[in-house]
């Protein structure tokens, strides 16, 4: 008899223990996930029993990553944010001239030449358009890994000359002369079509940071396991505290505000070349001018009787 009610006690002991016990894990892990939905710092540093510890620790753990994933959804938020506002600033100079030539079209007493002119300078603003829209959606593609980006040893020679032939109408009409040193030609790792785009704009860009009569330069110079190519300009130059923000996405200096661009072409160029496991730099002087080098990983070593065309 006296067995019986030790036992008894003794059960009543153990389930009412396991219904405090339960309470308290289930009061624990209802503040945890308050904390977690309020996104408040969890303190473990208290708890000590084995499988509870351990389960405390799994949603600490949960925590932490829905915070990164809220952070990087934030991150995202705002560059989307700066990216519409930029997109914005971009085209509006482009809309509000073709506004303005398109009043001007409409006149019924404009003279023939003064159409024309008018044509000529609708038709600038629309290759501006194009080209403004073209290099944003390039850059968002890129940018989010959206383009399937095959690169392979090819000759750089044809490369350099399919962007030489881009942008040498610009240079003759600005009277510039082009001074190529004599290189041998050689596989780099690149694709083509993206890196004529590469030097089209830093071409364009010498071209138009440097006066009428100026001159431009390239330069080929081969190394162990990279070659470089060297486009310079005695153009206006850069000044030393703005070589870092050049690279930036539609980053553009006060000084050359006056000068028609759009900010773009630098930082595309910097997402094409990481795409080909190349690089970028640049030296300038300002109101000396400006070289920027692109590094293109060598090919096997392999010499221009085997380059593909």
Same mark, same amino acid.
């Given at each position: ?11 009543c ?26 996104q ?29 994933? *809220? ?60 080209? *403004? ?62 890196t ?21 330069? *390239? ?13 310079a ?27 028609e ?23 300038s ?25």
């Amino acid at each position: 008899m006296v067995i019986n009610i030790i036992f008894a006690v003794l059960l009543c002991f153990t389930v009412s223990f396991g219904i405090y016990r339960n309470r308290k894990t289930y009061r624990l892990m209802d503040k945890l996930l308050d904390c977690v939905l309020s996104q408040e710092k969890i303190e473990i540093s208290d708890i000590k029993e084995g499988e509870l510890s351990a389960l405390v620790h799994k949603i600490h753990r949960i925590q932490e990553v829905l915070g990164k994933q *809220i952070e990087k959804a934030e991150k995202e938020k705002e560059q989307v944010k700066s990216l519409v506002s930029n997109m914005s600033h971009q085209l509006k100079t482009p809309l509000a001239n073709l506004s303005v030539y398109t009043d001007i079209l409409s006149s019924r007493e404009l003279e023939e030449k003064k159409k024309e002119e008018a044509t000529e300078k609708i038709k600038k603003q629309i290759d501006k358009l194009d080209w *403004i829209i073209g290099s944003l959606s390039k850059m968002v593609k890129l940018e989010q890994d959206v383009i399937a980006f095959d690169a392979e040893g090819i000759s750089i020679r044809k490369t350099i000359l399919d962007a030489i032939d881009t942008v040498y109408e610009k240079m003759e009409k600005k009277e510039i002369t082009l001074a190529a040193e004599p290189y041998e030609d050689i596989l780099l790792y690149h694709n083509r079509k993206w890196t004529v785009e590469v030097f089209v704009n830093l071409l364009e860009n010498a071209v138009k940071y440097t006066d009428r009569g100026g001159v431009i330069q *390239i330069k080929v110079c081969p190394y162990e396991m990279y070659t470089e190519i060297q486009i310079a300009d005695n153009g206006c130059g850069i000044h030393e505290e703005e070589i870092t923000e050049i690279f930036k996405r539609f980053y553009r200096s006060r000084e050359v505000e006056h000068i028609e661009g759009s900010g773009i072409g630098l930082y595309l160029s910097k997402l094409i070349l990481k795409k080909e496991k190349g690089y970028l730099v640049v030296k300038s002087v300002y109101g000396e001018g400006s070289c920027f080098s692109v590094f293109l990983q060598n090919f096997r070593g392999e010499s221009l009787q085997n380059c593909k065309n």
